[in-house]
């Protein structure tokens, strides 16, 4: 069985940073792209920003300059570093994984639960 689990998110100020975390557990083989999503509310799902296993990164242009994404392969986990956060940043983010799985040899996307993360004006 694979997770994910996300930790980090918050309640900030406009201005201020958070640092989201995500690390994958479980019966993993090899992951390939991981990525952050985020989701407000009556909105739907939006990518912000990805990484391949090489370390290519590819952002959102609406937080381009501002948040910054990065992973440790030993440690199967991403990161996404938030700074300069703004009220329309408010929203639950989400770490994606396309990831094989030992026992199945298949690759999958996963999703963690999601982590609340809300900037105050």
């Known amino acids: 069985q694979v997770q994910l689990v996300e930790s980090g998110g918050g309640l900030v100020q406009a201005g201020g940073s958070l640092r989201l975390s995500c690390a994958a557990s479980g019966r993993i083989f090899s992951i390939n792209d991981m990525g952050w999503y985020r989701q407000a509310p009556g909105k739907q799902r939006e990518l912000v920003a990805g990484?391949?296993?090489?370390?290519?990164?590819n952002y959102a242009d609406y937080v381009k300059g501002r948040f910054t994404i990065s992973r440790d392969n030993a440690k199967n986990t991403v990161y996404l570093q938030m700074n300069s956060l703004k009220p329309e940043d408010t929203a639950v983010y989400y770490c994606n994984a396309d990831l094989m799985d030992i026992a199945t040899r298949l690759w999958s996307d996963y999703w963690g639960q999601g982590t609340q993360v809300t900037v105050s004006s």
């Open positions: 990484i391949s296993s090489g370390g290519h990164t």
